[in-house]
Antibody
Framework: QVQLQESGPGLVKPSETLSLTCTVSGGSMSSYYWSWIRQPPGKGLEWIGYIYHSGSTNYNPSLKSRVTISVDTSKNQFSLKLSSVTAADTAVYYC??????????WGQGTLVTVSS | EIVLTQSPATLSLSPGERATLSCRASQSVSSYLAWYQQKPGQAPRLLIFDASNRATGIPARFSGSGSGTDFTLTISSLEPEDFAVYYCQQRSNWPRTFGQGTKVEIK
């Protein structure tokens, strides 16, 4: 059974960089897309971007200038960096495995609050 | 960006009743639409992909239909564990987008 687990700071100061890592267990990272999706408290879902196991990426145009997603298949991990954060970036951040464009396995999510 | 509009925002039903949820796309997404269930404090769970295919382990009471711009998720007979928020999501265009959700609550 594939499992994903997000990790990283729960509090980030405005203008700083949010950094999260997702650790994948129970399966290979090959042949799948690995995504980051976020959900502001009480609101809907936003697809941030994804990375293929080979390293190719695609980012949401609304965040593209601030987002970097990277992968380390040797550690079964992929990561998210979001720069110049503001309060609007406060959200639960989920990592997910994507197959054919949908998220079939998700992490439990981690709340990141942007505040000084 | 494709906008997905879900209706109704809230559906108040009793266990055993039939639930019908709608998702309308701002332009055609062919059959590239999924449905997810989300319970409080949990991640979304994939129910239906490509409009009408149940994901692994999803009970047969969940079914999806539609193509183009109009889609429906039907829960044939609500079980207590089905009361949750449901989201649709398209994979036709980038960025992938979600609807705003329909909450199915106990009447």
């Amino acid at each position: 059974q594939v499992q994903l687990q997000e990790s990283g700071p729960g509090l980030v100061k405005p203008s700083e960089t949010l950094s999260l890592t997702c650790t994948v267990s129970g399966g290979s990272m090959s042949s799948y897309y690995w995504s980051w999706i976020r959900q502001p408290p009480g609101k809907g879902l936003e697809w941030i971007g994804y990375i293929y196991h080979s390293g190719s990426t695609n980012y949401n145009p609304s965040l593209k200038s601030r987002v970097t997603i990277s992968v380390d298949t040797s550690k079964n991990q992929f990561s998210l960096k979001l720069s110049s954060v503001t309060a609007a970036d406060t959200a639960v951040y989920y990592c997910a495995r994507g197959i054919t464009g949908y998220g079939d396995y998700w992490g439990q999510g981690t709340l990141v609050t942007v505040s000084s | 960006e494709i906008v997905l509009t879900q209706s109704p925002a809230t559906l108040s039903l009793s266990p055993g009743e039939r639930a019908t949820l709608s998702c309308r796309a701002s332009q055609s997404v062919s059959s590239y639409l999924a449905w997810y269930q989300q319970k409080p404090g949990q991640a979304p769970r994939l129910l239906i992909f490509d409009a009408s295919n149940r994901a692994t382990g999803i009970p047969a009471r969940f079914s999806g239909s539609g193509s183009g711009t109009d889609f429906t998720l039907t829960i044939s007979s609500l079980e207590p564990e089905d009361f949750a928020v449901y989201y649709c999501q398209q994979r036709s265009n980038w960025p992938r987008t979600f609807g705003q959700g329909t909450k199915v609550e106990i009447k």
